[in-house]
T-cell receptor, first 110, second 114 residues
Framework: KQEVTQIPAALSVPEGENLVLNCSFT??????LQWFRQDPGKGLTSLLL?????REQTSGRLNASLDKSSGRSTLYIAASQPGDSATYLC?????????FGTGTSLTVIP | GAGVSQTPSNKVTEKGKYVELRCDPI?????LYWYRQSLGQGPEFLIY????????DSGLPNDRFFAVRPEGSVSTLKIQRTERGDSAVYLC????????????FGPGTRLTVL
């Protein structure tokens, strides 16, 4: 069964800092990987979707990379802002199913 | 519609009761997913619909859980004989054609079984 791990579980950074969130998965046979953010008490908001044939995707200050063979993805956030504070989740798609990590809780301190 | 909606937002029930949770996907999205999220955990896959049919229901924990999507749009997750362990946030998501597309999530239904 696919297992998804996110490190660190929590991260606190001062405003303006660049940061990297990590996601690892045990089975490299994936179709795509998606990064989400979740605000307290809310649903998930999609940030970036990387297909298995792609190595990275960018949206604004966010850049996600995928190394399928090593089972890793990173989410890079540039020039962090207090509004970036949320839990960030990665999910891997193995066909019809999606496996989520437990998330990284990010706090950006003004 | 503008986004995925779920009703009710909160549901409190007693152990042994039957509950129904509703999901309205984005208009035109053929794929619909149900997840369950416990506190401090990531969402856990329950079932995936493609149109009216369940393409994968292997995540349903037992036969007390059942989901339908009779007209290929709205879906209902049904839980019989609820147990305290069923307490969680139930999330619904939809995507345009299937698992290769971006998933859009609803706000969830918080189910509490007393």
């Amino acid at each position: 069964k696919q297992e998804v791990t996110q490190i660190p579980a929590a991260l606190s950074v001062p405003e303006g800092e660049n940061l990297v969130l990590n996601c690892s998965f045990t089975d490299s046979a994936i179709y795509n990987l998606q990064w989400f953010r979740q605000d307290p008490g809310k649903g998930l908001t999609s940030l970036l979707l990387i297909q298995s044939s792609q190595r990275e995707q960018t949206s604004g200050r966010l850049n996600a990379s995928l190394d399928k063979s090593s089972g890793r993805s990173t989410l890079y956030i540039a020039a962090s802002q207090p509004g970036d504070s949320a839990t960030y989740l990665c999910a891997v798609n193995t066909g019809n199913q999606f496996y989520f990590g437990t998330g990284t809780s990010l706090t950006v301190i003004p | 519609g503008a986004g995925v909606s779920q009703t009710p937002s909160n549901k409190v029930t007693e152990k042994g009761k039957y509950v129904e949770l509703r999901c309205d996907p984005i208009s035109g999205h053929t794929a619909l997913y149900w997840y369950r999220q416990s506190l401090g955990q990531g969402p856990e896959f329950l079932i995936y619909f493609q149109g009216t049919g369940a393409a994968d229901d292997s995540g349903l924990p037992n036969d007390r859980f059942f989901a339908v999507r009779p007209e290929g749009s709205v879906s209902t997750l049904k839980i019989q004989r609820t147990e305290r362990g069923d307490s969680a946030v139930y999330l619904c998501a939809s995507s345009l054609t299937g698992p290769y597309d971006t998933q859009y999530f609803g706000p969830g239904t918080r189910l509490t079984v007393l």
